[in-house]
């Protein structure tokens, strides 16, 4: 079983819909949990991050963390075409600072 | 430039032949990576650094060397390159923080797309 799972997509939505974007952990002692967004032909650039169970909001973004279930999930709330992108989610224990990353979600936003 | 820069940003090789990729970057951050991104595989960690002269592997380090003199570079090479090391590669950093526990921002490059041929 991998360490971290996350369905691929692609996920096309229109303009103005709520995103739900999802991953699972094998491994109870993550603690760090990491939201990247990928724009095409980019690098990553951290979205969000979360420290154990529990929610955390940021303007339109929601990260939501379940860690008796070892479940992490994403909410766009009034999504957009500049959100088109590549989500991926990141996990990390919190002792050396590795990253272990799930295949990301592309995610498309129609006008 | 201020922030992490990659070099070349494309590159096609032939198999067998050695190649270098460098990563620098201006913010003195003490942790560096390297991670290669693949269709179906997502980002997937080689090699990190700690700090300088202080490397240690990742998940896929088999065929790649690296070694980091000076805090600020970390080039990563590839001895002797083959058809399955074609692939897109992100040099990354983070600052750490105080103690060595938690967690802190990774900033990551543009990428270098490596072909081999």
């Known amino acids: 079983q991998k360490e971290v799972e996350q369905d691929p997509g692609p996920l096309s939505v229109p303009e103005g819909a709520i995103v739900s974007l999802n991953c699972t952990y094998s491994?109870?002692?993550?603690?760090?949990f990491m939201w990247y967004r990928q724009y095409s032909r980019k690098g990553p650039e951290l979205l969000m991050y979360?420290?154990?169970?529990g929610n955390k909001e940021d303007g339109r973004f929601t990260a939501q963390v379940d860690k008796s279930s070892k479940y992490i999930s994403l909410f766009i709330r009034d999504s957009q075409p500049s959100d088109s992108a590549t989500y991926l989610c990141a996990i990390e224990r919190g002792s050396n600072y590795k990253l272990t990353f799930g295949k990301g979600t592309l995610l498309t936003v129609n006008p | 430039d201020a922030g992490i820069t990659q070099s070349p940003r494309y590159k096609i090789t032939e198999t067998g032949r050695q190649v270098t990729l460098m990563c620098h970057q201006t913010?003195?951050?003490?942790?560096m990576f390297w991670y290669r991104q693949d269709l179906g595989h997502g980002l997937r960690l080689i090699y990190y650094?700690?700090?300088?002269?202080?490397?240690d592997k990742g998940e896929v380090p088999d065929g790649y060397v690296v070694s980091r003199s000076k805090t600020e570079n970390f080039p990563l090479t590839l001895e002797s390159a083959t058809r399955s090391q074609t692939s897109v590669y992100f040099c990354?950093?983070?600052?750490?923080?105080?103690?060595?526990?938690?967690?802190?921002?990774?900033?990551f490059g543009p990428g270098t797309r490596l072909t081999v041929l």
């Open positions: 990354a950093s983070s600052g750490g923080l105080a103690g060595g526990f938690g967690t802190d921002t990774q900033y």
């Open positions: 913010w003195s951050h003490s942790y």
């Open positions: 650094s700690a700090a300088a002269d202080i490397t």
């Open positions: 491994n109870s002692a993550f603690q760090y």
């Open positions: 979360t420290y154990s169970s």
